[in-house]
């Protein structure tokens, strides 16, 4: 009787705990708008509570912004063309970039434009102004980016 | 204390001569000037444009703002017009005259446009950069600012470049990044003395190919990966349009293309024939007779 108490609780527990959504990094992030050295960036997407889903969207859109660029923004180009080679020579300064959010400093807006709630999965829409010149600069003084030239 | 202090200087040394170690980047300098058609002066277009002296304002802004060394156009052309008085024919290549003299690695020209229309004005920026040595295209951008019921010229000139000036540097590192990987292009041309009895499908040595046949093995071998192209070959002419040479030498230093010169002056001097050559920027041009 006690065995079937546990196993009942343990299955109420397990149906009741949330999924967890992993980060995953896609190509949802458009450009709204651009001047100057800022850009404004919309990126989508999910989490398992609207804190994480845009948590996703910021650390989509910058990675998109460094190692892929955006198309109609005043950054076309990746600012970092070789992504591996980047990560593996300085696998300490991404980790807090991106995965610990220390791109927060290089955000002068965010904000949440629409999201929906299916069932558990949260799906947003987040809007984000980015200073270029700031982030540009910080990457080129860690080394990580070239500086322009030859 | 002293063996603290020793300690720690000697790794503040050790670390100053590892960072000297690192090879810095080389920052060209670029200038912005106005583009001018064919028989049109860039003096002229300079001069009497006001919006063109807007936009390569506003370019030279921009580039100083990312940090990048700029020349000041204006400066450059006033240098070159107090030295001498210019004759008309000496107006139109001013432009080469003054990208010559301001010893600009890269030159983007800019163009700019007034669109007038009932729901509003903009100006369209076309911005093209050059290899100042080369004359090789690096980068194309056109931009158009957005339409504003406005006369302020100045203001629409400065949101179209600032629109696309970052993708136009961009461009330019791209460009750069290629050169690093793949080395720089040289042209050469190669001909034959007048007079001379000599011609590129005589035989110079044993092998039983033509001095042509010889020339072009001897690039293939020396160029920078292999890579090179021949744009023709005849008997008193070969013209290489793509020779690719590294960017830096062994120790690191600019490679120099005279360098490419005196090996094939070398090798050639060793077949018996002589070698005479001019280098302008990148282009060489080899003239070669009997020894």
């Known amino acids: ?150 | 204390m002293k063996n603290i202090l020793f300690t720690f200087l000697s790794i503040f040394f050790c670390f100053s001569a590892i960072a000297q170690d690192e090879k810095p980047t080389i920052q060209p300098t670029i200038m912005a000037i106005p583009f001018a058609k064919e028989g049109q002066s860039t003096r002229q277009m300079y001069e009497y444009s006001e919006l063109n002296r807007i936009a390569i304002t506003k370019v030279k802004e921009a580039f100083d703002q990312r940090g990048v060394n700029t020349i000041d156009f204006r400066a450059k052309l006033k240098q070159l017009q107090n030295s001498e008085a210019l004759t008309e024919d000496q107006e139109l290549s001013l432009k080469d005259e003054v990208i010559k003299m301001s010893g600009a690695d890269i030159y983007i020209e800019v163009e700019a446009n007034r669109d007038y229309s009932p729901s509003g004005n903009s100006v369209t920026c076309i911005l093209t950069a050059y290899d100042a040595f080369s004359g090789e295209s690096l980068a194309n951008k056109v931009s158009t600012s957005p339409r504003f019921k406005t006369d302020n010229y100045e203001k629409l000139a400065q949101k179209a470049i600032e629109a696309e000036i970052d993708n136009l540097l961009n461009t330019i590192q791209e460009k750069f990044n290629l050169i690093i990987e793949n080395g720089k292009t040289v042209t050469m041309e190669v001909g034959i003395e007048i007079g001379s009895d000599l011609d590129l499908d005589s035989e110079v040595d044993d092998s039983g190919y033509y001095l042509s046949e010889i020339i072009e093995e001897w690039v293939e071998e020396n160029a920078y990966n292999n890579y090179y192209h021949m744009q023709g070959s005849s008997a008193t002419k070969i013209v290489f349009d793509q020779i690719k040479v590294p960017l830096k030498d062994e120790s690191g230093k600019n490679y120099r293309i005279s360098k490419f010169v005196i090996q094939l002056r070398n090798f050639l001097k060793e077949k018996g024939v002589k070698v005479d050559r001019t280098i302008t920027g990148s282009a060489i041009t080899i003239t070669l007779s009997s020894l």
């Open chain 1, 1 to 150: 009787m006690r065995i079937l108490i546990v196993m009942f609780t343990l299955l109420i527990a397990i149906g009741c705990s949330k999924t967890i959504i992993p980060y995953q990094r896609t190509g949802e992030v458009n450009a709204v708008s651009h001047e100057n050295s800022i850009v404004v960036l919309s990126s989508q997407a999910r989490g398992e509570s609207l804190g994480k889903a845009a948590y996703h969207a910021e650390r989509n859109a910058f990675e998109n912004l460094i190692f892929k660029g955006i198309p109609n923004t005043n950054q076309e180009s990746p600012m970092i063309p070789n992504e591996t080679k980047a990560i593996n020579a300085n696998p300490s300064l991404f980790k807090q970039l991106l995965e610990n959010q220390g791109y927060t400093k290089f955000v002068m807006d965010s904000y949440t434009n629409g999201s929906s709630n299916s069932g558990g999965v949260h799906m947003i829409e987040q809007i984000i102004k980015i200073d270029l010149k700031s982030l540009r600069n910080y990457l080129q003084a860690e080394g990580a980016a070239k500086k322009f030239g030859l």
